[in-house]
């Protein structure tokens, strides 16, 4: 059917889609060499790393990077605190965004538009990071979790998205009928919004997942202890600023490192620290565009 | 006249509504007391968060001293601008973040409507899902671990990209030790990285339109090109307007987190910005009134250009945020 409807084409049209199935190879082959570079980079020798013989491929297949990797406590640490942010901070984050939400979403909840008012402000003005900063200190929030959960508490885009979500999806005879049988607000919520809503949530669940998971500015401000320092903190201080990292040279001769071991270890934690996020992604992917177009309608 | 009549028209038509409005205040709020025990976690959050904060920015116009805290500090006036204003580093700061900012836009901007469109015209198929499957993936990718896959790949005689430019006999360089390169490594891996997530919105609004529109061109015999300008583009038109205002809203706002890792001594002329400055005079040089002084300056120049470009837009093509 599909090359019946190609023949009926003109030739002009047939030539145009050629371009554009060129142009999409092209952007896609450039988006994905990096990517697979690094990967083959992280499982090559390192010797083969850095007199640049690795191109594509592999060359002299090596799982030494990765040995090495495990043997550090300051990575392990890191991941262990990254693990600890994400899972509660995205639990805050959900909790926080559908309390706020769900009563924007009821038409019939007064001082609602005070409410909004009250948030979109916060989304165009604020107070900048230096007052923020001096507000977590007078919290007594200075160099603890709490700091790097509370001041992103939820984002303002995707209160939006959700409450677009809860008034445009979500029939209003459901809440008359709810009403109607002596169904409160909260039970409502719980037992009839939040099971029809799981595709927006499982968005919701990603983005701020892999805020977390890839913070590194709040860490930066706030903490100062190194056992709480996140991944992407360690992460900053090894692959950036080339601190490195005695534990993870330990095993490794002289000679080794004379060529360029650290290099190599660089492509492997690299992989190690994507890895977790960009297996989890093509999950929610199908997602996605509600996601970013319910939060792109307004109403 | 006229508005009597829309009255009659309201209360035959939706007499509900017009006997809610006349519930007293509280028993609107009785009807609902449940959402404003729900709410008020939230709200409270805002005021401590958010808006504690904003009333904070006043030490932009004080000496802020630890002892005295925010609201015990001495005013100053307009001082701390001033400094800011006159010293040798504001012209550079602020030209580094429009140049920066506008650079980002030019390359950023368009291509993701390419993308789409382009997608737009392959219906279906495993080659669409992966282009977009692979396009995607990079924005997933952690800031640190983007700046230094820049890095590592421009390495002087072992990054790939300093390989294949030594291949074509060009001389090899410590590229990120340039600051003429500064703002095209910057710009150019940020489309790289975004340029598929950024599509999603245009690929959303082009899967809605009508496909009636496509028969009735096919009919009339118009080709794939004469399509995507006559049905497609114009269908994109309000949702581009609408990004457009709000990346044009945000041009002194150039984040600071991938600009500061990616600074080194040598490049600092070109890329020191506003939000890197603020953190460093501030935080690093706890020169916390300046450095709100400076914060607080750019927050406000970009209201402003939002409110005047989405102004303008409204005037123009009667697309606008609110």
Same mark, same amino acid.
């Given at each position: 059917? !599909?090359?019946? =409807?190609?023949?009926?084409e003109?030739?002009?049209d047939?030539?145009?889609?050629l371009?554009i199935?060129i142009?999409?190879t092209l952007?896609?082959?450039?988006?994905?060499?990096?990517?697979?570079?690094?990967?083959?980079?992280?499982?090559?020798?390192?010797?083969?790393?850095?007199?640049?013989?690795?191109?594509?491929?592999?060359?002299?297949?090596?799982?030494k990077?990765?040995?090495?990797?495990?043997n550090?406590?300051q990575l392990?640490?890191?991941?262990?605190?990254?693990? !600890?942010?994400?899972?509660?901070?995205?639990? !805050?984050?959900l909790?926080?965004?559908?309390?706020?939400?769900?009563?924007?979403?009821?038409k019939?909840f007064?001082?609602?538009?005070?409410?909004?008012?009250?948030m979109?402000?916060?989304?165009?003005?604020?107070?900048?990071?230096?007052?923020?900063?001096?507000?977590?200190?007078?919290?007594?929030m200075?160099?603890?979790?709490?700091?790097?959960?509370?001041?992103?508490?939820?984002?303002?885009?995707?209160?939006?998205?959700?409450?677009?979500f809860?008034?445009?999806?979500i029939?209003?005879?459901l809440?008359?009928?709810?009403?109607?049988?002596?169904?409160?607000?909260?039970?409502?919520?719980?037992?009839?919004?939040?099971p029809?809503? =799981?595709?927006?949530?499982?968005v919701?669940?990603?983005?701020?997942?892999?805020?977390?998971?890839?913070?590194?500015?709040d860490a930066?401000?706030y903490?100062?202890?190194?056992?709480?320092?996140p991944?992407?903190?360690?992460?900053?201080?090894?692959?950036?600023?080339n601190?490195?990292?005695?534990?993870?040279?330990?095993n490794t001769?002289?000679?080794?490192?004379?060529?360029?071991?650290?290099?190599?270890l660089?492509?492997?934690?690299?992989?190690?620290?994507?890895v977790?996020v960009?297996?989890?992604y093509?999950?929610?992917?199908?997602?996605?565009?509600?996601?970013?177009? !319910?939060?792109?309608? =307004?109403g | 006249?006229?508005?009597?009549?829309?009255?009659?028209?309201?209360q035959?038509?939706?007499?509900?509504? +017009?006997?809610?409005?006349?519930?007293?205040?509280?028993?609107?709020?009785?009807?609902?007391?449940?959402?404003?025990?729900?709410?008020l976690?939230?709200?409270?959050?805002?005021?401590?968060?958010?808006y504690?904060?904003?009333?904070?920015?006043q030490?932009?116009?004080?000496?802020?001293?630890?002892?005295?805290?925010?609201?015990?500090?001495?005013?100053?006036?307009?001082?701390?601008?001033e400094t800011?204003?006159?010293?040798?580093?504001?012209y550079?700061?602020?030209?580094?973040?429009?140049?920066?900012s506008?650079?980002?836009l030019l390359?950023?901007?368009?291509?993701?409507?390419?993308?789409?469109?382009?997608?737009n015209?392959?219906?279906?198929g495993?080659f669409?899902?992966?282009?977009?499957m692979?396009?995607?993936?990079?924005?997933?990718?952690?800031?640190?671990?983007?700046v230094?896959?820049?890095?590592?790949?421009?390495?002087?005689?072992v990054?790939?990209?300093?390989?294949?430019?030594?291949?074509?006999?060009?001389?090899?360089?410590?590229?990120?030790g340039?600051?003429?390169?500064?703002?095209s490594?910057?710009?150019?891996?940020?489309?790289?990285?975004?340029?598929? +997530?950024?599509?999603?919105?245009?690929?959303?609004a082009?899967?809605?339109?009508?496909?009636?529109?496509?028969?009735a061109a096919?009919?009339?015999?118009?080709?794939?090109?004469?399509?995507?300008?006559?049905?497609?583009?114009?269908?994109?038109?309000?949702?581009v307007?609408?990004?457009l205002?709000?990346?044009?809203g945000?041009?002194?706002?150039?984040?600071?987190?991938?600009?500061?890792?990616?600074?080194?001594?040598?490049?600092?002329?070109?890329?020191?910005v506003?939000?890197?400055?603020?953190?460093?005079?501030?935080?690093v040089?706890?020169?916390?009134?300046?450095?709100?002084?400076?914060?607080?300056?750019?927050?406000?120049?970009?209201?402003?250009?939002?409110?005047?470009?989405?102004?303008f837009?409204?005037?123009?093509?009667?697309?606008?945020?609110?």
């Amino acid at each position: 059917m !599909i090359a019946a =409807k190609k023949i009926k084409e003109p030739f002009g049209d047939r030539l145009f889609l050629l371009g554009i199935y060129i142009f999409l190879t092209l952007l896609m082959l450039a988006v994905l060499y990096p990517l697979l570079y690094i990967v083959s980079s992280s499982f090559s020798s390192p010797r083969a790393v850095v007199s640049g013989q690795v191109w594509l491929l592999p060359v002299e297949f090596s799982l030494k990077a990765y040995k090495s990797i495990f043997n550090s406590t300051q990575l392990m640490y890191g991941y262990y605190n990254t693990i !600890i942010y994400t899972v509660f901070g995205t639990l !805050i984050n959900l909790v926080f965004t559908v309390l706020l939400a769900y009563p924007l979403s009821v038409k019939s909840f007064y001082g609602r538009n005070l409410v909004m008012i009250l948030m979109m402000i916060t989304m165009f003005f604020s107070g900048g990071l230096i007052p923020t900063y001096l507000l977590v200190k007078d919290l007594d929030m200075l160099d603890t979790r709490w700091a790097m959960w509370l001041p992103g508490a939820f984002s303002v885009f995707q209160v939006i998205v959700a409450r677009t979500f809860f008034q445009s999806s979500i029939p209003s005879e459901l809440s008359e009928a709810a009403q109607i049988d002596g169904c409160r607000d909260t039970r409502y919520l719980v037992s009839i919004v939040l099971p029809l809503s =799981k595709p927006i949530l499982a968005v919701m669940t990603l983005m701020y997942a892999v805020g977390h998971w890839n913070a590194y500015f709040d860490a930066l401000i706030y903490l100062r202890s190194e056992k709480l320092f996140p991944l992407q903190y360690v992460l900053r201080n090894l692959l950036i600023l080339n601190a490195t990292d005695p534990e993870m040279l330990a095993n490794t001769a002289q000679k080794i490192r004379e060529q360029g071991f650290e290099q190599a270890l660089k492509y492997a934690l690299i992989v190690v620290a994507s890895v977790p996020v960009l297996i989890m992604y093509p999950f929610v992917q199908k997602h996605f565009v509600k996601g970013v177009m !319910i939060g792109s309608l =307004k109403g | 006249m006229g508005r009597a009549q829309v009255n009659v028209l309201e209360q035959s038509v939706i007499p509900e509504k +017009y006997s809610k409005s006349k519930l007293s205040a509280g028993k609107k709020i009785a009807r609902h007391w449940e959402l404003y025990l729900l709410v008020l976690l939230p709200v409270l959050y805002l005021i401590i968060f958010k808006y504690v904060p904003m009333f904070g920015v006043q030490i932009a116009f004080k000496d802020f001293n630890v002892v005295q805290g925010i609201w015990g500090s001495q005013w100053v006036g307009l001082k701390h601008f001033e400094t800011f204003f006159t010293s040798p580093n504001f012209y550079l700061i602020i030209k580094n973040t429009i140049v920066i900012s506008f650079y980002s836009l030019l390359a950023g901007f368009p291509i993701p409507i390419f993308l789409a469109l382009a997608l737009n015209e392959v219906r279906t198929g495993k080659f669409k899902k992966s282009v977009q499957m692979v396009t995607y993936a990079p924005h997933f990718i952690s800031t640190v671990v983007m700046v230094s896959i820049i890095m590592l790949m421009l390495t002087p005689h072992v990054g790939v990209i300093d390989r294949v430019f030594s291949f074509l006999g060009w001389e090899m360089t410590n590229f990120m030790g340039v600051p003429e390169f500064f703002k095209s490594i910057y710009v150019w891996s940020g489309v790289w990285q975004e340029m598929g +997530y950024a599509s999603i919105i245009y690929i959303a609004a082009l899967a809605s339109v009508d496909p009636s529109l496509y028969e009735a061109a096919r009919v009339d015999g118009a080709s794939r090109w004469k399509k995507i300008i006559h049905i497609d583009l114009p269908s994109l038109l309000p949702i581009v307007v609408i990004m457009l205002i709000l990346s044009l809203g945000n041009i002194m706002g150039v984040g600071f987190e991938k600009i500061y890792l990616m600074q080194n001594p040598l490049n600092l002329s070109s890329s020191e910005v506003i939000s890197t400055y603020v953190y460093k005079v501030g935080l690093v040089g706890a020169n916390f009134s300046f450095s709100s002084a400076v914060g607080l300056f750019n927050s406000v120049i970009n209201l402003i250009l939002l409110l005047a470009v989405n102004f303008f837009a409204k005037k123009v093509s009667e697309t606008s945020l609110w």
